[in-house]
């Protein structure tokens, strides 16, 4: 399994142990009580007595889909964060590899909107922590401009069209392995 370890929380050091199979076993419940709630339903609607009875089991059963399909959703979330090793590009928002800072999203779909890029991601990836390799050294961005830090190409290249004066140098580890 490479998701099952735990996952650092984003500035705090603090590991949570929440962990993606704790949030796929719930999205199982809600599975199981989608089934419950549909046995149900056409258990009443079999019988002439009792059929008009069941006229809300059929949202209820929508809703606990919709809970099933919440918590899948954010157990990929935790696995993407999870997969994050120490070369990772240490930004809080994903871009386009390509093109930097150009994402948009809308319900829980995102793309690039450079012309002619054409990337689409089923997740909300412009809303999550980056997790493209760091490939370039960068001073002069953040909170402390004299020291070097990390970065990915795309948000390199959003560095260098937002920030005036920014130095760049390629990262030599990443220099075989970046995309
Ligand atoms: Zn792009
Ligand atoms: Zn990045």
Known sequence: ????YRVIVHGTGELTDVTPAQLRELAGRA?????AIEAARAGLAGDCHT???GYRLADAAGWARQVGADLAATAQDLARLGSRGPATCPAEWG???DHGGTLRSSGGRCWCTAPGCGRTWDYDR???PC?????YEVRGVGDAPDVWG?????????????VDGIEV???AAAAGGAR
Do not use: Y
Request: net charge negative; aromatic share 0%; hydrophobic share 35%.
């Open 1 to 4: 399994m490479t998701d099952e």
């Open 169 to 171: 140098r390629p990262l």
């Open 150 to 162: 990390l970065l990915c190409a795309g948000h390199t290249i959003t560095a260098r069209a937002q």
């Open 131 to 135: 997790t493209e390799p760091a490939a």
């Open 95 to 97: 871009c386009c590899p």
């Open 126 to 128: 412009d809303g999550q």
């Open 31 to 35: 599975a199981e009580l989608v089934d």
């Open 51 to 53: 059929r008009h009875t």
